[in-house]
DNA sequence: CATTGATTCAAACGTCCGTTTGAATCAGGC
DNA sequence: GCCTGATTCAAACGGACGTTTGAATCAATG
């Protein structure tokens, strides 16, 4: 990583930055470019075009961090040996490592959970086969895991439920700081580990809810 | 109602159709007014720009919308009397409505629940300050319900759940067919009383789970 | 029928967009 | 020093956008 050029890298960081907070849609070169102060044309030499930056903003994060939370899992895996892996820890791996990005990394994190949360919510079907591909593995590890976490859940209210996690997760990735004001102050989104917590904390209760 | 110019309601219904489908920011008038049939200087005449006209597709379904949450919500307070509204109960007041305009609306209702979540995701700010404008009534009557519901909840858990819920129900809203592909056709989004009674079980689960 | 105000229309406005081009600049190997 | 390939640059491309304009059309009134 460290050979990366600075334009390259430029370039990057202003793209993630502003598609994070405008919305990838919203968001022009023009604006990338003034912001990394490259020229406009460096865009597609390096990327070809705006839906590769896309792409690349992307990938440069979410490949550690999809990485990080197979490990997590299988991790668990591991520890559990051939026991079932307890619902909040499947969750926790699942939320953690995302909700996480915005203290460890050293900047961008939380701007690139905003934009993860965004791009789950992006109609732009080029946007969705971008994030189905990143996500695929990902999914067709912890639903399994889940699914054997929830035996007796019947499996029409599992994928609903699923649902609704996603839902529940994207929304705290994209707009946490809204809870800030919303709350009066009362709720720091901020404090991550809190964040994972009370998601995790809620979610599990979810999930478990006996179904009717 | 009656008296709507065609032109008016074409331009309406037509707007609805592809804000809700592309968003509304890769919505382009003329693709709306393609659609409609009718003049492009047509939309400025009526509606006087773009920001306009979607602050009038939201508010003419928005508005009956949110006085049914109210009416239901003050039916419950009317049943209770003095006890406290039982937390199920205010949230299917809150969450039925909404979800239940995909039906009950003779076209539109699908359409319109789906922009209405889209525009909860949107990080335009004039989208955002239109969206507060309308639910503030709502918010207002909602939240204390909500709290009187749950007295032992700390208000800082409380407002967390707050957050977790409106995720998951805008995702529901403005996603719910991704559902049926993801569960291989197991889950029916079409069905709008499994889906309110889904979501409500599963929201009702998350607020009374204890807090850590 | 003439007049008036409301509505529709085709055409254009200026601006910004993503992308392309071709020349200028830079680096390192011969 | 010169060549070569990689990178940067200013400038322009065609197209789509939201909005404006001014004339044409329509409906109703006196």
Redesign the interface.
């Known amino acids: 990583m460290a050979e990366m050029k600075d334009t390259k890298r430029d370039i990057l960081d202003a793209a993630e930055q502003l598609f994070a907070?405008?919305?990838p849609?919203?968001t022009s070169l023009r604006q990338i470019i003034g912001r990394a102060k490259v020229n406009l044309a460096a865009v597609h030499y390096h990327f070809g075009s705006k839906d590769s930056l896309l792409q690349a903003v992307m990938a440069r994060r979410l490949v550690p961090l999809n990485a990080e939370r197979l490990a997590l899992l299988e991790e668990q895996e591991r520890k559990c040996g051939r026991r079932v892996i307890p619902l909040r820890k499947v969750l926790v791996a699942l939320v953690g490592p995302a909700l996480r990005l915005s203290r460890n990394s050293k900047k961008g994190g939380a701007v690139f959970m905003q934009l993860l949360g965004?791009c789950?919510?992006?109609?732009?079907p080029k946007i969705q086969a971008m994030l189905d591909r990143q996500l695929q593995e990902v999914a067709g590890r912890f639903i399994p895991a889940l699914q054997r976490a929830l035996p007796k859940l019947p499996?029409?209210?599992f994928?609903?439920?699923?649902?609704?996690?996603?839902?529940?997760?994207?929304?705290?990735m994209?707009?946490?700081e809204?809870?800030r004001t919303?709350?009066g102050g009362?709720?720091d989104p901020d404090d991550t580990e809190v964040?994972i917590?009370?998601?995790v904390?809620?979610?599990?209760?979810?999930f478990?809810?006996k179904?009717?």
Chains 1, 2 share one sequence.
Do not use: Y
């Open positions: 907070v405008k919305g849609h919203a965004r789950f919510m992006e109609p732009d499996t029409e209210d994928f609903w439920r699923i649902h609704f996690l996603v839902g529940a997760m994207a929304h705290t994209a707009d946490a809204r809870l919303f709350s009362r709720c964040m917590d009370q998601l904390n809620f979610l599990t209760a979810g478990k809810a179904s009717r």
